[in-house]
């Protein structure tokens, strides 16, 4: 397989799909740190003598033009980080001109790639049309993909992939793309490879023992993950408010916590699959409960299973976390996903922090840490453990479907499986 790292581009024309889909309010950027997590690719093209095209989507654009989704208002920005004026190409599906007219070192940003409905491969259709009408768009937007693929391949003599993000996403841009180039000129960029490499590490070239936490809110949101687990790991803690519909299906009773009751024979099935597998299913022993759901209603410690009418768990209690720790501390591969409770009130935030801090101690003593989805990155964040794990994935719902076992269009797009 070919790398970034291996790849000399002098003198060549890369494009480059970068998911620069930045927050924004009105025409200002919050938070920068994607375009910051694409500048080590595009800068290695432009070191080497190399031209970048660089492709993203942004938002949910519904029509092409779309002003409030212009990639023209990042601008500025992306040619500050990268340090070169960066030219901007108004129709991605026709920039063929400007990508040609590109010289060693120059930068080209094409118009968000989602103002064409090509992009994805899903048809706009009017209300109310018909199934028939809706047939016949959904044939003629797969042929007009192909159109629109084939043009932005067309501008480059190599395919760079460095948008994790949307991985899990066969659309044109990130999959079907790379169709047009062969083997050798076609790679990850080096944040795609790192996220690659470290779902490999947790998922394929797994060090043991192997322990998963799975928290948050809810099971029905994570079944598919729990059920791959439960054929991978040697541990899984369950946490979180999600832990409470498998106390309650152990006939436990748990108040006012958080429970999906249509989730009561899965979660036994799920606790007999552990069993069958030989997996450690660890769940809390005790809970901080609290007499409403704010930070700073009344609290108490109780044993899981015995929360009071009127009461709910919003973290886990001290017994818990001595028990977390030891397994997590113990373990040479550590994924997480989901918090411990409500991490996001001060007064239920002590379990995450002491899970993160386990984390952070099993990886110093050598273990490889992965925190990935939504919460848990903000959890490692807030409790400043950034640097102190392993690797923190950028990639939300293509982290969360690795997880599950899938196969990712746009990683078997360059490496074929
Ligand atoms: P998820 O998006 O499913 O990963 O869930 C994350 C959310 O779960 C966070 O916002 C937490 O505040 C919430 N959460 C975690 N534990 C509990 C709990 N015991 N009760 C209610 N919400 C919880």
Known sequence: MQTIEKFNFAGKKAFVRVDFNVPMNEAIITDD????AALPTLK?????????I???HMGRPKKNPDSKYTLQAILPHVSKLLGVEVKFAADCADAAAAAAALQPGEALLLENLRFYAEEEGKARLADGASDEEKAEAKKAIKESQKTFTATLASYADCYVNDAFGTAHRAHASTALI??????SNKMFG???EKEVIAVQKVMTDTARPFTAIMGGSKVSSKIDIIENLLSKVDNLIITGGMSFTFVKALGGQIGNSLCED???ELALELIDKAKANGVKLVLPVDAKIADAFNNDANTQFVPDNEVPEGWLGLDIGPKTEAIFAEVIKASKTILWNGPT????FENFSHGSRTVGEAIAAATKNGAFSLVGGGDSVACVNKFGLVDSVSYVSTGGGALLEAIEGRVLPGIEAIRGF
Request: aromatic letters at 10%.
């Open 33 to 36: 740190t994607r375009i910051r």
């Open 262 to 264: 249509d989730k009561l």
């Open 190 to 192: 080096y944040l795609m």
């Open 54 to 56: 660089i492709a993203s």
């Open 178 to 183: 790379a169709k047009h180039f062969d083997e």
């Open 341 to 344: 409770g409500v991490f996001e």
């Open 44 to 52: 290695k093209i432009l070191a080497d003598g190399g031209s970048v």
